[in-house]
Nanobody
Framework: QVQLVESGGRMVQAGGSLRLSCAASGRPFSSSAMGWFRQAPGKEREFVAVSSNSGSNTNLATSVKGRFTISRENTKNTVYLQMNSLKPEDTAVYYC???????????????????WGQGTQVTVSS
């Protein structure tokens, strides 16, 4: 099992930028594929971005392509989500997640991830 702690969420104006961080502990970080997911009030949790264990393969949701970037530093046991050109519809709780199966080509389906952080709130005002 791995412990995940997200940070970096806050309120920001539309058009602004934020960088979320997720620090992992409890299992060799390089053995996990990592993902960012988000959940807005009244909506289901949705895929935002995923990264393979090495960081060489990434995938972004269509709604955030060109604006968000996922990256990881395995030496620091941390995965990041850089969010630019934020929109009010990006408002949600953002969760970091990890999985140890298929780490080279991570899936975008939330329930396939076994470990989750507590989430960090991102609010984008118009």
């Amino acid at each position: 099992q791995v412990q995940l702690v997200e940070s970096g969420g806050r309120m920001v104006q539309a058009g602004g930028s934020l960088r979320l961080s997720c620090a992992a502990s409890g299992r060799p970080f390089s053995s996990s594929a990592m993902g960012w997911f988000r959940q807005a009030p009244g909506k289901e949790r949705e895929f935002v971005a995923v990264s393979s264990n090495s960081g060489s393969n990434t995938n972004l949701a269509t709604s955030v392509k060109g604006r968000f970037t996922i990256s990881r530093e395995n030496t620091k046991n941390t995965v990041y989500l850089q969010m630019n050109s934020l929109k009010p519809e990006d408002t949600a709780v953002y969760y970091c997640a990890a999985r140890t199966l298929g780490v080279g080509y991570p899936t975008t389906v939330p329930y396939t991830y076994s470990d989750w952080g507590q989430g960090t709130q991102v609010t984008v005002s118009s």
